[in-house]
């Protein structure tokens, strides 16, 4: 694999390797007191993160310690950037530092694919952490092994992936990953929350949950992005919560093995109730785990290619 930027265009094949891969260190990791493997010692990790993030920065430097690549953390606000330095001559100035990889998320829809091409005579690899409103396909990739986890193989599946379509990275690498493995999609949102062009994404669109949840084997909801949002939204914060808000009455109208993911940073009480998200019928804990764990593999088949050293 040479960079991972987006779902888009990644193929079933890969993707379920990087999936099978993230399963095996999972097992290999389970119930041991240290969790570090030498796969990638030696190797140099950068994270260069230009907005904000909790799960994503801390679950890849997680992975790379526990591959044994030497981590190193590069926020905006604390490098040259603040002096102006462009994203290209960062970039530029991290590969020469020894960069084997750099992990990067950014405001702007793109930013990783200007970074990979302007790296591309380097060797350093690039991994898309979030781009803008465009893409985050790790995320993509720990939801999918969180819900084959739950569910086995996708294929047939029917995913609902509810909320702020309009500002999603999430909701688009998903629906790429969701239908590349095979899954149907619905996208439930208010007519406001929906981007122009959505029919292109290969996936159902509806304006109301209740009728689609007995039918569904996940509901994935999104997070109300209000940061991209200049001057509130509509709707408002509580006719979203009635409308669209995953409460203890329909997560009843789930079928029985249906799940309930959110990929964080949660509204409680707006996107979903507190009841709903700490159920056992939620697997946001798990998403994070798994997180780790997809990460791993990610830099495993960017960064290495042969057996996993266990
Ligand atoms: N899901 C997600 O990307 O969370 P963070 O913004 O905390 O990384």
Redesign the pocket.
Known sequence: MRHLLSTEGLDAATATAVLDTAGTLKQTLLGREVRKLPTLRGRTVVTMFYE??????VSFEVAGKWMSADVINVSAGASSVGKGESLRDTALTLSAAGADCVIVRHPASGAAHRLAGWLEATGTQVVNA?DGMHE?PT?ALLDAATLRERLGELAGRRVAIVGDLLHSR?ARSNVHLLRTLGAQVVLVAPPTLVPAGVEHWGAEVRHELDPELPGLDAVMLLRVQAERMHGGFFPSAREYSIAYGMNEARLARLPEHAVVLH???MLRGMEIAPAVADSPRAAITEQVRNGVHVRMAVLYHLLAGEEIAA
């Open positions: 904000n993030s909790t799960r994503t920065r979030g985050h995320q999430v990929p964080g940073p």
